[in-house]
């Protein structure tokens, strides 16, 4: 189904339990989700706490999507600026957008201690810049957020007292969040799986849907299909990400499926591994193509980086990493690189999120661009009340305008090729 690694996948060494059976034969339910990351399970799970009876369908197993291999970074707001948001649907509600997503960050800590999900969350989240330029930005952020939002958890950090928390030359100043934080991905998604399966959503792995009858009346059920068996529901919720592919050809254009990677070292000791991050944050740096890594609890640094537009060699993946590696922490360069794996981003024109319709009772959330830890829970949450009959805050992020991606089915990976070198280019400048 994919063609970004994921054989030296470090997350999957967590042991989980007996795979969930496939769906076989005709089910009926009340709601049917399609997808197994955190935006299905979150939905799953906060339906079947108000009493609807659902299904819930993953083509491989829960996790196998973005939310189980991510860099497991618990970021604030969304991939896009919040001015982006204030042009598409005016102030007002862009400042509940980001109430939801500050909401976001707070549910996933609730689900975590609720489900006493294992995970190890470690708070505190930063940003950092690499020159003057993003000292300003990064500045103006702390003020504006502050200001606009009501946001007063970040704190700007000049570059003197980052040298003693990040023992790195690279960077010149930083934005901590400590309402921010980071958690073992996989771990969460599968602790979700469970919850969902201990409140009674049946969950049916390696049931890849493949085609949709979508009701086109309030009062007809959707019609799901798998390989061997189907779902007849009056709800549904697609929420297959970067993977879902061609199902729903009209949700296809609105996104790009980017190829993202991560490696994870061996371990590096606790006394070595601290003093890489002094505050064990993660850290994000400000490029488009983006640094971002974090110290594990078995003393691994997990590190991500690069984008491409099409499947890549991991060897050649682990390579071109261990490079950014050297150029942020150059004192590791005797340690081994032992697991290398990748996963697709669905990003959209603007990046913001593409939730809406398909159906009047047919829902999507897709389009996290890479920023969809957090969004995903709170999303989830947004369509549990949308089909218990409070379709307001899920409905306000309809109204943000998406366009197809330019050039077409055909025409689209030339595309990309020329976005990512522009990328490249704002990057070196
Ligand atoms: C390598 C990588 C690093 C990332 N790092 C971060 C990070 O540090 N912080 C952050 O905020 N975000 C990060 N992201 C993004 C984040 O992981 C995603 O935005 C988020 O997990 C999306 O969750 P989701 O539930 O919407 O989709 P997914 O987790 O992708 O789940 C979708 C599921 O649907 C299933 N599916 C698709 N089609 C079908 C079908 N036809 N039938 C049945 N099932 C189907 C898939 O198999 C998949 O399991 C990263 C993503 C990647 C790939």
């Given at each position: 189904?994919?063609?970004?690694?994921?054989?030296?996948?470090?997350?999957?060494?967590?042991?989980?339990?007996?795979?969930?059976?496939?769906?076989?034969?005709?089910?009926?339910?009340?709601v049917?989700?399609?997808?197994?990351?955190?935006?299905?399970?979150?939905?799953?799970l906060?339906?079947?706490?108000?009493?609807?009876?659902?299904?819930?369908?993953?083509?491989?197993h829960?996790?196998?999507?973005?939310?189980?291999?991510?860099?497991?970074?618990s970021?604030?707001?969304?991939?896009c600026?919040?001015?982006?948001?204030?042009k598409?649907?005016?102030?007002?509600?862009?400042?509940?957008?980001?109430?939801?997503?500050?909401?976001?960050?707070?549910?996933?800590?609730?689900?975590?201690?609720?489900?006493?999900?294992?995970?190890?969350?470690?708070?505190?989240?930063?940003?950092?810049?690499m020159?003057?330029?993003?000292?300003?930005?990064?500045?103006?952020?702390?003020?504006?957020?502050?200001?606009?939002?009501?946001?007063?958890?970040?704190r700007?950090?000049?570059?003197?007292?980052?040298?003693?928390?990040?023992?790195?030359?690279?960077?010149?100043?930083?934005?901590?969040?400590?309402?921010?934080?980071?958690?073992?991905?996989?771990?969460?998604?599968?602790?979700?799986?469970?919850?969902?399966?201990?409140?009674?959503?049946?969950?049916?792995?390696?049931?890849?849907?493949?085609?949709?009858?979508?009701?086109?009346?309030?009062?007809?059920?959707?019609?799901?299909?798998?390989?061997?068996?189907?779902?007849?529901?009056?709800?549904?919720?697609?929420?297959?990400?970067?993977?879902?592919?061609?199902?729903?050809?009209?949700?296809?254009?609105?996104?790009?499926?980017?190829?993202?990677?991560?490696?994870?070292?061996?371990?590096?000791?606790?006394e070595?591994?601290?003093?890489?991050?002094?505050?064990?944050?993660?850290?994000?740096?400000?490029?488009?193509?983006?640094?971002?890594?974090?110290?594990?609890?078995?003393?691994?640094?997990?590190?991500?980086?690069?984008?491409s537009?099409?499947?890549?060699?991991?060897?050649?993946?682990?390579?071109?990493?261990?490079?950014?590696?050297?150029?942020?922490?150059?004192?590791?360069?005797?340690?081994?690189?032992e697991?290398?794996?990748?996963?697709?981003?669905?990003?959209?024109?603007?990046?913001?999120?593409?939730?809406?319709?398909?159906?009047?009772?047919?829902?999507?959330?897709?389009?996290?661009?890479?920023?969809?830890?957090v969004?995903?829970?709170?999303?989830?949450?947004?369509?549990?009340?949308?089909?218990?009959?409070?379709?307001?805050?899920?409905?306000?992020?309809?109204?943000?305008?998406?366009?197809?991606?330019?050039?077409?089915?055909?025409?689209?990976?030339?595309?990309?090729?020329?976005?990512?070198?522009?990328?490249?280019?704002?990057?070196?400048?």
């Open positions: 189904m994919s063609s970004v690694d994921s054989r030296n996948y470090y997350y999957a060494s967590t042991p989980v339990a007996a795979p969930y059976a496939p769906l076989r034969g005709e089910v009926r339910a009340d049917c989700v399609i997808g197994g990351g955190i935006s299905g399970l979150s939905a799953a906060h339906l079947r706490e108000r009493g609807y009876k659902v299904v819930l369908l993953e083509a491989e829960l996790g196998f999507g973005g939310s189980g291999r991510s860099g497991g970074q970021i604030f707001g969304y991939a600026e919040m001015s982006t948001l204030e598409a649907v005016g102030g007002a509600d862009a400042r509940r957008m980001w109430d939801v997503a500050c909401e976001g960050l707070e549910l996933q800590r609730q689900l975590i201690s609720r489900h006493r999900i294992d995970c190890s969350y470690v708070p505190g989240h930063m940003v950092v810049g020159k003057e330029r993003h000292d300003d930005a990064l500045r103006d952020e702390v003020r504006h957020l502050a200001d606009k939002y009501d946001y007063h958890s970040l700007f950090i000049e570059r003197e007292e980052l040298r003693t928390l990040v023992a790195s030359d690279r960077y010149t100043s930083a934005l901590y969040d400590s309402n921010g934080g980071h958690l073992h991905p996989y771990r969460f998604t599968r602790g979700l799986g469970a919850a969902a399966a201990a409140a009674g959503v049946a969950i049916h792995e390696d049931s890849w849907v493949t085609k949709l009858d979508v009701a086109k009346g309030a009062g007809d059920d959707n019609v799901i299909h798998t390989a061997q068996g189907s779902v007849r529901a009056r709800h549904l919720l697609v929420a297959g990400g970067a993977l879902l592919g061609r199902l729903v050809p009209e949700l296809a254009r609105k996104l790009i499926a980017i190829g993202t990677y991560i490696v994870a070292t061996q371990p590096l000791g606790e070595r591994a601290r003093a890489l991050i002094r505050n064990n944050a993660a850290v994000a740096d400000m490029n488009w193509i983006l640094d971002y890594f974090r110290v594990l609890d078995d003393t691994r640094l997990l590190f991500g980086g690069r984008v537009y099409s499947g890549i060699d991991p060897l050649d993946s682990s390579r071109v990493l261990r490079k950014r590696i050297a150029r942020v922490f150059p004192q590791l360069d005797d340690a081994r690189i697991y290398s794996w990748g996963g697709y981003l669905d990003i959209t024109t603007n990046r913001a999120p593409h939730f809406g319709r398909l159906g009047p009772n047919a829902y999507f959330i897709q389009g996290l661009s890479g920023h969809g830890m969004i995903s829970g709170i999303a989830g949450k947004l369509v549990s009340e949308a089909i218990a009959g409070t379709a307001e805050r899920f409905d306000m992020y309809s109204r943000i305008k998406h366009v197809n991606f330019p050039g077409g089915p055909w025409l689209r990976r030339p595309a990309l090729v020329l976005a990512m070198l522009w990328f490249r280019l704002l990057d070196l400048l």
